[in-house]
């Protein structure tokens, strides 16, 4: 699997799989073609839960103001990603060309930004992309993220102002992708085809959330000139 969304080594970095490195650039097209003239195509439904977390170097209504601007912060840590805008809160963003066993989609996925509850709780849930053809899958696509101010515990000695905030900011994604599979790849194992359908989408959210997580990260303390001292381990 692979992305071409981007520029350079780092978009390669980001979406790189090492049993793929000889795949034909003409899978893409080919898929779509099998899934339009195959009336047997299959749906199968892949599952993925991830679980992550990030802390930032100020104290909450800080960081719920940077969070609530998003449209000034998630283009930009999306990349190399695309990230288009859809309306006031939601963004078509776009994963790149990914597959196995002989099977390629072009990855896409609406995602639209709620503001945060009563509770300070933000959610990210799946909205369609306007005028985009089908593609041969669907998506459901729902996160939650919580924010906790806690005290910064500093170790014996060290120093850093009085009494340091931090943010923790921990989520829970759930994600399910449908693919329509054409029958060649219906001839297979189903447990192959799970297994590897299942193991692709977590290298997938895997990738994209450790990269989205480290580019907010190092954009919100830049944007707000927070230097984090070298002592201070931070989770991302």
Same mark, same amino acid.
């Given at each position: 699997?692979?992305?071409?969304?981007?520029? &350079?080594?780092?978009?390669?970095?980001?979406?790189?799989?090492?049993?793929?490195?000889?795949?034909? @650039?003409?899978?893409?097209?080919?898929?779509?073609?099998?899934?339009?003239?195959?009336?047997? @195509?299959?749906?199968?439904? /892949?599952?993925?839960?991830?679980?992550?977390?990030?802390?930032?170097?100020?104290? !909450?209504?800080? =960081?719920?103001?940077?969070?609530?601007?998003?449209?000034?912060?998630?283009?930009?840590?999306?990349?190399?990603?695309?990230?288009?805008?859809?309306?006031?809160?939601?963004?078509?963003?776009?994963?790149?060309? =990914? &597959? *196995?066993?002989? /099977?390629?989609?072009?990855?896409?996925?609406?995602?639209?930004?709620?503001?945060?509850? *009563?509770?300070?709780?933000?959610?990210?849930?799946?909205?369609?992309?306007?005028?985009?053809?089908?593609?041969?899958?669907? =998506?459901?696509?729902?996160?939650?993220?919580?924010?906790?101010?806690?005290?910064?515990?500093?170790?014996?000695?060290?120093?850093?102002?009085?009494?340091?905030?931090?943010? @923790?900011?921990?989520?829970?994604?759930?994600?399910?992708?449908?693919?329509?599979?054409?029958?060649?790849?219906? !001839?297979?194992?189903?447990?192959?085809?799970?297994?590897?359908?299942?193991?692709?989408?977590?290298?997938?959210?895997?990738?994209?959330?450790?990269?989205?997580? *480290?580019?907010?990260?190092?954009? /919100?303390? !830049?944007?707000?000139?927070? !230097?984090?001292?070298?002592?201070?381990?931070?989770?991302?």
């Amino acid at each position: 699997m692979f992305s071409e969304y981007g520029t &350079g080594d780092a978009a390669a970095d980001n979406l790189q799989d090492p049993d793929d490195e000889n795949e034909d @650039s003409d899978r893409l097209a080919q898929s779509k073609e099998l899934l339009e003239t195959d009336p047997n @195509s299959e749906i199968r439904h /892949f599952h993925n839960h991830y679980i992550g977390n990030m802390d930032l170097l100020a104290d !909450k209504p800080t =960081v719920m103001q940077y969070l609530d601007a998003h449209q000034g912060w998630f283009r930009r840590c999306a990349h190399p990603f695309k990230a288009d805008p859809i309306g006031e809160t939601g963004y078509a963003m776009g994963i790149g060309k =990914v &597959g *196995a066993l002989g /099977f390629q989609v072009d990855a896409r996925v609406g995602l639209d930004l709620l503001p945060p509850d *009563a509770n300070s709780v933000y959610r990210i849930v799946t909205i369609p992309i306007p005028d985009q053809e089908p593609q041969g899958y669907e =998506v459901d696509f729902h996160a939650e993220m919580r924010l906790e101010e806690k005290t910064l515990e500093l170790r014996a000695g060290e120093k850093l102002g009085n009494n340091p905030l931090i943010t @923790s900011i921990e989520w829970d994604l759930n994600l399910t992708v449908s693919l329509h599979f054409p029958a060649f790849i219906q !001839k297979l194992s189903k447990d192959m085809i799970q297994k590897t359908g299942d193991s692709v989408l977590g290298f997938i959210v895997q990738r994209v959330s450790k990269s989205l997580t *480290a580019k907010v990260q190092d954009d /919100f303390h !830049k944007t707000h000139d927070i !230097k984090v001292p070298k002592q201070i381990k931070l989770r991302r």
